[in-house]
């Protein structure tokens, strides 16, 4: 302890955590999670571990339950960084949620949660998850559509059920952004190019990677998987890099 009675910042970062020995705590809990993953979470300001004068990173207690915090989110109500982000400043600044608000439920998909505005996917954004599987009632609920729009977007491929008939949490987040679009007079018919688009660059990645899928040695599939990743995150920041220069000259900016 200090003189003042506040405790020493040293002497709890020497008492810290490694981000090896985070990543230990988090694995089974999330076994996707990567050193990488920890480290991005920080550039994003949503974890801010302590230093030691050497500069490796010592983390707190309350940082391990904050990285708990935004990967459950992630996982289970699939926010996007920045409004994870918007829920822990609220909570540094004590701020309490609305009087009856409901909470987040369990591995459901919050219908008023926003598309993430802000920066470009990484290689993280790609990671293979825990299986959730929504039914067609789920589905519309989480949604917010009827029958009759699901319809339409089955029929012009934008969301397709798997081989059991189910949904994955993908299919919830493609209904709301066409929803949105349709408020802007974009029916469903009119996004068959953005289907098309995307099967081709999937395509494209799956003629680069399969060769690699077809090694027998043991690390084949995790470095095929990295390079799937790696590729995926390429090649949407490349699609939405084209998409605002021509914007830009729609709009003359």
Do not use: W
């Not at 985070?22 to 994003?44: G, H, M, N, W």
């Not at 990484?122 to 319809?151: K, N, V, W, Y």
């Not at 987040?173 to 999937?202: C, K, N, S, W, Y």
């Amino acid at each position: 302890m200090t003189a003042a009675g506040r405790p020493d910042r040293s002497s709890a970062q020497r008492d810290g955590l490694s981000i090896g020995a985070v990543l230990a705590q988090l694995r089974d809990d999330f076994p996707d999670v990567t050193i990488s993953k920890i480290r991005f979470l920080e550039a994003e300001g949503l974890v801010q571990p302590g230093r030691t004068p050497s500069g490796y990173r010592q983390f707190a207690a309350a940082d391990v339950e904050r990285l708990r915090f935004v990967l459950s989110a992630q996982r289970d109500h699939y926010l996007p960084l920045k409004v994870i982000k918007e829920q822990l400043d609220a909570a540094d600044r004590g701020a309490e949620p609305a009087p009856g608000a409901p909470r987040l439920p369990r591995k459901l998909v919050p219908i008023d949660a926003p598309a993430d505005p802000g920066g470009l996917p990484g290689p993280d954004d790609f990671a293979s998850g825990r299986d959730l599987r929504l039914t067609q009632e789920e589905l519309l609920e989480q949604a917010a559509i009827d029958e009759a729009t699901l319809a339409e977007l089955r029929q012009y491929g934008l969301v397709r059920p798997g081989p059991s008939g189910f949904y994955d949490p993908g299919a919830v987040q493609i209904a709301r952004t066409v929803r949105a679009m349709t408020e802007f007079g974009i029916e469903p018919r009119h996004l068959r190019a953005f289907r098309a688009a995307a099967d081709r660059e999937v395509g494209l990645l799956e003629q680069i990677v399969t060769p690699v899928y077809r090694h027998r040695d043991a690390d084949a599939k995790a470095r095929a998987d990295e390079v799937v990743r790696e590729l995926a995150a390429l090649s949407v920041t490349l699609h939405t890099l084209l998409v605002k220069a021509g914007i830009r000259g729609v709009t003359g900016g």
